[in-house]
């Protein structure tokens, strides 16, 4: 590691302690990026030991059998490769510095749980006007109101490629890019208790706008940087159902607003629960609104502390959970007690690590949470929750797609574990699952009674 990357974490590291507030990065701290620095912010060189490679611009060209008609259905790149070594409880204990506490525990509790390492590829890219706009940012997209804000000059780009403290980090995490208005249409959802039953739990077609990253406007404009709608259609129960979550800009205003419509009601109502802590409606009680893909919604429940960086396994390039309907279906998936090790791809990357802890008079089922967030794409990665007393209670494993002809980093699909219980649950996974880029919606689409136009009965 560079002498002054170095002493850019030591900075960044003093600063998580001190507080959320920050300030953008000079004009000549901002020249390391495409230098030393990706153009998105990350280490642009490789480790040492050469088991984390450069990056030299992602992945460029297209695997061979990607057809742009079914944008959804991404053919794997790296589907000949097979694992360098696996981790298991027996070996664990030799790879401890490159596991989170999460994989640890997981280990420990399923003695034939493992994780498949192969080699790593920095697989990262973004459009040009994205990392246009990321180099615009570093000197003038600031946090404001203790972290629980971003500034109007914030737009289009990674807002904070060279982060000071945890709450910039995590919009990152928040405002990472999975495209500008993008369709699911088969997101499933499925919970496996602690006797391996598999329960389908959801079936949705999903439109998500990142209002952030509209690539005609040059600052922030609305009240939302994110808006979402699913639309269910299986199982029976939820068929009609549907649902609406808008996040806002400044969670010291207004918080996270949401809607359903209900089927059987044939009503449009607010559903403020479907924010922070309710349990999630396709979790089974595992996990959490928040929880989704390691963290989900607003920042203005937790205090952020930038514990700084490092190398551990995450899961990476996943793939071939979307495109081996063979090996890798609904069925072969959802296993007793842990997602089957062999759709699950694992990799050795830089992340950032932040720890979050319930701010002072504010209740939270998770007080506090460690999250593991890659250095490049910012959401893959993990996401250990503590209870009150301390103990580890759950672990979100938060898995990466590679969307190259975007080019996008999508990472929806994610695994929770309830470590008490035995249980968990999965989302956005299997064939067919895939998102993919689709033209703004008419603003019509964005009103509550939109709801009810879209239930299928």
Request: proline content about 8%; aromatic content about 12%; overall charge positive.
């Amino acid at each position: 590691m560079k002498p002054m990357h170095i002493k850019q974490l030591i900075v960044a590291m003093a600063l998580g302690f001190a507080g959320a507030s920050s300030a953008a990065v000079s004009p000549e701290e901002a020249k390391q990026l495409g230098a030393t620095l990706t153009p998105f912010g990350s280490i642009k060189e490789g480790n040492k030991e050469g088991t984390i490679p450069p990056w030299t611009g992602g992945l460029k060209t297209l695997p061979s059998g990607f057809d742009p008609k079914n944008p959804g259905a991404r053919p794997d790149p790296f589907a000949d490769e097979k694992p360098l070594f696996s981790i298991t409880v027996a070996n664990m204990a030799q790879y401890a510095d490159k596991l989170n506490e999460g994989s640890k525990a997981l280990l420990k509790k399923y003695p034939n749980y493992r994780m498949d390492i192969y080699p790593s590829h920095r697989t990262v890219n973004y459009p040009q006007y994205v990392l246009d706009k990321t180099v615009v940012n570093a000197t003038k997209c600031t946090t404001e109101k203790d972290g629980m804000a971003i500034n109007r000059d914030c737009a289009g780009g990674i807002p904070f490629p060279i982060p000071k403290n945890g709450v910039e980090v995590m919009w990152n995490k928040a405002l990472k890019f999975e495209g500008h208005v993008t369709s699911g249409p088969n997101s499933q959802g499925w919970f496996v208790d602690a006797s391996g039953k598999a329960v389908h739990m959801a079936t949705s077609r999903t439109i998500t706008e990142i209002v952030y990253y509209d690539p005609k406007k040059q600052k922030l404009e609305g009240p939302y940087f994110w808006r979402y709608k699913g639309m269910y259609n299986a199982p029976v129960r939820r068929a009609g159902e549907s649902q609406m979550l808008l996040d806002p800009v400044d969670s010291s205003e207004t918080k996270r607003t949401a809607y359903t419509y209900l089927a059987g009601q044939r009503r449009v109502k607010l559903a403020p629960d479907l924010s922070y802590d309710t349990p999630a409606p396709n979790g089974g009680g595992v996990y959490n609104m928040d929880d989704a893909s390691g963290f989900l919604g607003t920042l203005d429940r937790f205090d952020f502390k930038l514990v700084g960086k490092k190398e551990i396994y995450i899961p990476y390039n996943n793939t071939r959970t979307q495109s081996d309907p063979v090996n890798c279906s609904h069925e072969k998936m959802y296993q007793k007690d842990f997602f089957n090790p062999a759709c699950m791809r694992f990799e050795l990357h830089r992340v950032w690590v932040v720890e979050a802890t319930v701010k002072q008079g504010i209740r939270h089922s998770s007080p506090k949470k460690i999250f593991y967030w890659d250095e490049d794409a910012f959401g893959p990665g993990f996401a250990d929750s503590y209870d009150a007393s301390g103990n580890l209670q759950r672990v979100v494993v938060s898995a990466h797609l590679p969307a190259y002809e975007i080019p996008a980093q999508v990472n929806r699909p994610f695994v929770a574990y309830d470590l008490n219980s035995g249980a968990y649950a999965a989302n956005a996974f299997g064939p067919g699952s895939g998102v993919f880029q689709i033209d703004p919606v008419n603003e019509r689409e964005w009103a509550p009674e939109a709801l009810q136009g879209g239930g299928i009965r």
